[in-house]
Structures are given as C-alpha cells and as structure tokens.
C-alpha cells in the first residue's frame, strides 16, 4: 500500500490538535517547485536540513568541549539529534506538527560557529560594528542564502513556516525584524516546542558531560533541590556514580523535565483554548512552558552550570584558546580576503568584507579552524 502527499497530509490533518501548523496548509516557499508525491512539505524541509552541508559540518563543532577534547563528549550534532528526539516526543503528545518541530530542530543551530559559545562571542565581538554575530540569525542565513545547492536559487527553499520557526525560535533573540518576518505575533507552538527541547536537552546533556569529565560532582549538585528529586524518584542510594548509574540519573532527569512540560503545556493550552494556528501565535505569552516550580529549579541548575562547569579552568582555557584562534584567522582574512576560498571571494563585491569572512569563519568546523590557525601562524606547518 502506497499512501501520496495527499493521503499523509490528510492523515496528518485529523491526527493534529486544532492549533498545530498543517503541511497542507502550508504557505509555501519563497520560490516555487513542484511538491514531492510521497512527503509533505515539512518532511521535505526536514530531509532537505539533513542533507545539507552545514548539518554534516555540525559534527565537528563544540557543544562544551572542543572536538579534541574527547570522542564521548557531545558534538552540536549529538546535541542536535537529541533536541530533535526531545522535540518529537513533545510535539507527538501535544498534537503538535512533529514533522515542523523536527524540522526546527534540526535547523536550529546551523549557524553555530566553531567552538561553541566562545566562538560565537567573540565573532560577535569582532563584529561589532557590522552587524554583529548571532547563531541563530547565522542559521537563517544558512538556509536561506549560504547553502548552494540549486541552480536558480541560494539556500534551501524551505516553507515560510520553518523559516519563521527557525527565526522565531530563539525567544530571548527573535530576528524576525532582522530577516523580515512579521514581529505582530509570536512562534508557532512547533517553534515553542523546539526551544523548550532546546533548552532541556542543553541543561540535562551539559550535566551529563560535566559529570562524565569530573568537573562536577555528584556531591556539588546536591544543592540543588532538581537534584535531589532526580535522585529520589530514581532510588540511587548515592554509592558510586558509575557509568551506568550517570546514565539512569541523566535519564530521570530528562524524563522529569519532559513530564513538567507536558503537563504544565496542556493545562495552559486548556485555559487558552486556541482554535487555530494563529490564535496560539497571537496569545501573548508562550503556551508551551515549565511549570513555574520547575522554571525555578531549572534557574538554579542553569546558575550551577555556569558557575562549576562554564567557568572551570579547563573550560574557561579551551575557550580562551578558541577565541585567540578566531581573532587571529579573522583578523587576518579581514586585511587580505585574496585569502579567501573562492566561493567566498566571489561575494566581496556583494557584502561587506566582514560579514564575508564571518560567514566563512562560521562555516568552518573546530578542527579545520585550528589547522588553518597552524598553517598561518606556525611557519613549521605544511599547507
């Protein structure tokens, strides 16, 4: 039996609660194609995200750890994957478009530059004076424009809907002025989903590392009241953390989270009652949320974060290193952009030279920056 677009976009459709986001309700693309027989459009948009450059890329770019700092710790493609696993599972119980949320997801952190955070501060650093640096307006520009893989278009095409989750999605960083997109209402519940699992995976996977690397102790953490009911609902008596042990922990931790989300987002959507799409983007605050209990805990885990594994030494060198590297590469490409690939090259006479080379030093993952660092400022380095 073969099921056509038609047919899954009409499964979809009575399978969705009434203020999800229907592929067959899509906008469309900003240029036209024809749309596949067999997938909607949002799993078209999924598929195309997955295959592009950008996302392979992810695998070699820091979440915490710089990619040389160890083959278990999390990669911003692990972390991706994990955003996305989350995204779906909270989309599924919702009613929510899993295929949109999945879609956002995967797209989010495409313009996430080398070395993480520190990568991404000190582009926006150097930047300062042109435009400024931020991942989440890179991933738009990532999907609209950098990515070449059409001939009568730049970027994916993607649907208006993913593009606005992708711009909407960051809600402490809205680019929707920056891109064009209307600021009158608010993300999707799909574009709410995915920074809620953003958010949860970033918080749980982060401690998880931190634990797995020693940075941070089960003893430390017992501050922290989240801790503490993780440890009691999962019935560790608090001998050894071994690695099986961790892994239950990360567990109920991730399960607790998710509960929270689920449960305090259908009481605020049965007390909203939104009756379309756009009633649920139009209320003027997020339907999708923790508790406020758990908001609060998760403040504390966020501020324990920061303060014991963020600001560790070991951390705090990496990063030091990542932004000595950056500033040197920018600099460099910056008084002689003739060093730039081709690609790159041709768009000087169409940008500012600074965003040319930070879209370039963006794209690059941590190892090759850190070999392109070598082969500039280390004359004993073959090129």
């Known amino acids: 039996m073969q099921r056509n677009r038609q047919q899954l976009e009409q499964l979809e459709s009575d399978a969705l609660a009434p203020y999800a986001l229907a592929s067959g ?4 693309r900003l240029h036209h194609e024809p749309e596949p027989r067999y997938r909607t ?7 195309r995200i997955v295959h592009c450059a950008a996302f392979r890329l992810l695998e070699y770019k820091t979440q915490v750890f710089v990619n040389d700092a160890g083959d278990y710790f999390r990669t911003r493609l692990t972390h991706t994957l994990e955003v996305a696993q ?9 009613g929510a478009n899993e295929d949109l949320v999945e879609a956002i997801c995967l797209a989010h952190d495409l313009g996430h530059p080398p070395f993480g955070h520190a990568g991404e501060g000190i582009l926006n650093q150097l930047m300062a004076g042109c435009g400024g640096f931020n991942h989440n307006h890179q991933s738009y520009r990532v999907v609209t424009k950098l990515e070449r893989r059409y001939h009568h278009w730049n970027g994916l095409n993607l649907t208006l809907e993913t593009l606005e989750g992708i711009a909407k ?9 920056l891109v064009g997109i209307a600021e009158d209402t608010g993300p999707s519940i799909e574009a709410q989903i995915a920074n809620l699992a953003d958010e949860l995976a970033y918080n749980a996977h982060d401690l998880d590392d931190g634990l797995h690397a020693g940075l941070i102790t089960a003893d430390e953490l017992g501050q922290l009241e989240i801790w503490r009911r993780v440890v009691e609902h999962s019935g560790w008596n608090g001998e050894q ?5 961790r892994h239950s922990l990360i567990r109920e931790l991730v399960g607790m989270l998710v509960d929270d989300v689920l449960t305090q987002s259908a009481d605020n959507l049965e007390s909203a009652k939104p009756q379309s799409a756009a009633d649920a983007q139009r ?10 209990a758990q908001k609060r805990d998760n403040a504390a885990l966020k ?11 070991r951390i705090v060198r990496m990063q030091a290193r990542a932004e000595h590297v950056l500033q040197a590469l920018y600099d460099s490409y910056v008084k002689a952009p003739l ?10 006479d169409q940008e500012m030279r600074e965003r040319v080379v930070a879209d370039y030093l963006a794209s690059l993952t941590d190892r090759s920056a850190i070999q392109q660092y070598r082969q500039f400022f280390e004359p004993l380095t073959r090129s």
């Open 25 to 28: 309700s899509s906008r469309g």
């Open 41 to 47: 459009a949002f799993q078209r948009d999924r598929d």
């Open 86 to 94: 989350i995204g779906r599972t909270l989309a599924r119980a919702l």
């Open 169 to 177: 999605h960051e809600t402490d960083y809205d680019v929707s002025a």
């Open 241 to 245: 953390l071994d690695e099986v042990v």
């Open 283 to 292: 209320h003027p605050q997020p339907l999708v949320t923790h508790s406020e």
């Open 303 to 313: 501020a324990f974060l920061f303060n014991k594994m963020y600001r560790h030494y």
């Open 339 to 348: 060093q730039l690939p081709d690609e790159y090259r041709a768009k000087l």
